[in-house]
């Protein structure tokens, strides 16, 4: 396994010049940490703390992870830090904890820094990031808020304008590869992790690390290459049926946009390479070009509409219906929905 405060190989540059401004005395007093769910924020903004506590580290070394700083981070308990997140996930983080983070930040502290971690900061509603600017604008010498977001959009302007914005791109993997080979039995796991983590890290090692996970991707992708082949309704939506649409839907859309890679460049990528490569040609050439591109923009309306209440089985139904080949598919409509069944 890999140490924890350790820091991965593809935020080891962020990391380091983060760690040369803070002893340098220039790090902005708010820093907005963005980038896709799973690229790795919270293991940068982690090790990032870590260090700024570590009392033996120097340069870029990173935190020793034995000091008194070192255990209180990793203990979850050091008292120059406070942690500002939802009481449930998905649930909005209220006015009252940011203020009660604003009096933290404002109390003296014992040692350099005082740290407010906010994450996810979206999760933040109106008042709670009105009374969090109040904090922005004037914080405390050696104060430092670090705010997280996946989606910096839905932040008020007010907020974005005061923090310095880091980005972290998706990695590729050969970055990524020696950190989730730490957990994985052989490099094919890591392939398939990476598959079906549409090249998250961090979503990748907790499917190598939770069996439940793992089986759920598997049962997806066999939901999935069943739709590659199928000819009738009931046994794909079956295989749908058991699946998690918040997960499947992205994977769908990754499975559409490989075949339509392979039917251009004749590239099988890495999500390709999980489904039996017979199956995936003969439907991306059955659905040519046109077909494909049309199925694309179809799950991206999907992907929006899985956060509506719609009926499921009757969603299912039209998502697979897309799938099948012309000619299936206006033979069934011809008779009818319940015809299918
Ligand atoms: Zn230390």
């Known amino acids: 396994m890999n140490e924890p405060g350790a820091v991965p190989p593809w935020l080891a540059q962020p990391w380091q010049a983060l760690v040369l401004r803070a002893a340098a005395g220039h790090l902005p007093g ?26 033996r580290a120097t340069g870029t ?15 979850g308990v050091h008292p120059e ?62 104060g430092l808020i670090v705010l997280e977001s996946a989606r910096p959009s839905a932040l008020p302007a007010t907020i974005r304008s005061r923090c310095e914005d880091l980005h972290l791109p998706a990695p590729d993997l050969e970055a990524a590869r020696d950190w ?6 052989d490099s094919s796991a890591v392939d398939e992790a ?19 996970r793992h ?5 997806e992708r066999e939901a999935l290459a069943e739709l590659l082949q199928t000819r009738e309704l009931h046994s794909a939506v079956t ?15 990754a499975l559409l946009l490989s075949a339509q ?9 890495r999500f390709a390479a999980q489904f039996p490569p017979d199956r995936l040609q003969a439907f991306a050439r059955e659905r040519g070009a046109r077909g494909l591109a049309s199925l694309v923009q179809e799950s991206r309306r999907w992907q929006r509409q899985a956060r509506a209440q719609l009926n499921p089985q009757l969603r299912l139904e039209d998502m697979a219906a897309a799938m099948l080949p012309q000619a299936t598919a206006s033979r069934l409509a011809s008779r009818g929905r319940s015809g299918a069944y």
Not at 194 to 212: F, I, M, N, Q, T
Not at 239 to 253: D, G, I, S, Y
Not at 261 to 269: K, T
């Open 30 to 55: 708010g820093l907005l940490v963005t980038g896709a769910e799973g690229v790795g924020k919270g293991l940068l903004v982690s090790a990032l703390l870590q260090r700024l506590f570590c009392e």
């Open 61 to 75: 070394q990173p935190a020793c992870g034995e000091c008194g700083g070192c255990r209180g981070f990793l203990g």
């Open 81 to 142: 830090l406070h942690d500002v997140m939802p009481p449930e996930p998905g649930k909005d983080i209220p006015v009252d904890a940011v203020r009660e983070a604003g009096e933290f930040l404002a109390l003296s502290g014992s040692g350099d820094w005082r740290v407010l971690w906010l994450h996810p900061a979206d999760a933040m509603n109106a008042s709670a990031a009105n009374a969090l600017l109040k904090t922005l604008e004037e914080p405390p010498a050696g």
């Open 180 to 185: 989730l080979a730490a957990g994985a039995p």
């Open 194 to 212: 990476w598959a079906a983590s549409l090249g998250r890290p961090v979503v990748a090692a907790e499917l190598l690390a939770d069996p439940e």
């Open 215 to 219: 089986a759920a991707w598997r049962q």
């Open 239 to 253: 295989h749908l049926a058991r699946c998690n649409l918040e997960t499947l839907l992205p994977r769908w859309q």
């Open 261 to 269: 890679r392979w039917l251009v460049s004749g590239e099988v990528d």
